[in-house]
T-cell receptor, first 114, second 113 residues
Framework: ETGVTQSPTHLIKTRGQQVTLRCSSQ?????VSWYQQALGQGPQFIFQ???????GRGNFPPRFSGLQFPNYSSELNVNALELDDSALYLC?????????????FGPGTRLLVL | AQSVSQHNHHVILSEAASLELGCNYS??????LFWYVQYPGQHLQLLLK??????LVKGIKGFEAEFIKSKFSFNLRKPSVQWSDTAEYFC???????????FGAGTRLTVKP
């Protein structure tokens, strides 16, 4: 069974640019959640996708957007990058959209904005 | 919206010592509670979770946590830690009616051999 994978592992961008991060969910999982983890902090919920539809969103501005594809893989897009967007971005998948489902995390993409 | 506080930033213990990591949350409604662990160089993984029933929850590797609703707490315990328990531990809470999972800032546990 393949776990959650994310690409790229590291990325450096400059302020104002746009970035796309990718996530492949664990086999059999149809729900993907994205989190931002700043240094020394816990993960912060960005949004969740369930069967290709957004299924909940945290307190992030609209320049953070996402997609989920028919194979349940997902993308996180961030436009107009700001210095504070520098963080580890985590993707987690789960077997369904139920609230108490265990989430399985990927290794993350570390983004540095200069 | 719910929030989570983990009071200990860094805990250092010797092997065989008992562990208790504090977690308090603020939310008045029904919640689901989680402890996640991140071992050095590894992904975040679930240690245990509470969603209903017995407030004393047992997880992997001998960990347990007790949900005390009146205290809004979900403390993590282990009677005797091992060097391999060295990791970062995150408490998380989800309100029953939404998917916004809130994490605490984490507690780094160092177990000295």
């Amino acid at each position: 069974e393949t776990g959650v994978t994310q690409s790229p592992t590291h990325l450096i961008k400059t302020r104002g640019q746009q970035v796309t991060l990718r996530c492949s969910s664990q086999s059999g999982h149809n729900t993907v959640s994205w989190y931002q983890q700043a240094l020394g902090q816990g993960p912060q919920f960005i949004f969740q996708y369930y069967r290709e539809e957004e299924n909940g969103r945290g307190n992030f501005p609209p320049r953070f957007s996402g997609l989920q594809f028919p194979n349940y893989s997902s993308e996180l897009n961030v436009n107009a990058l700001e210095l504070d967007d520098s963080a580890l971005y985590l993707c987690a998948s789960s077997p369904s959209g139920e609230v108490a489902e265990t989430q399985y995390f990927g290794p993350g993409t570390r983004l540095l904005v200069l | 919206a719910q929030s989570v506080s983990q009071h200990n930033h860094h805990v250092i213990l010797s092997e065989a010592a008992s562990l208790e990591l504090g977690c308090n949350y603020s939310y008045g409604g029904t919640v689901n509670l989680f402890w996640y662990v991140q071992y050095p160089g590894q992904h975040l993984q679930l240690l245990l979770k509470y969603f209903s029933g017995d407030p004393l929850v047992k997880g992997i590797k001998g960990f347990e946590a007790e949900f005390i609703k009146s205290k809004f707490s979900f403390n993590l315990r282990k009677p005797s830690v091992q060097w391999s328990d060295t990791a970062e531990y995150f408490c998380a809470v989800k309100a029953y009616n939404n998917n916004d999972m809130r994490f605490g800032a984490g507690t780094r546990l160092t177990v000295k051999p």
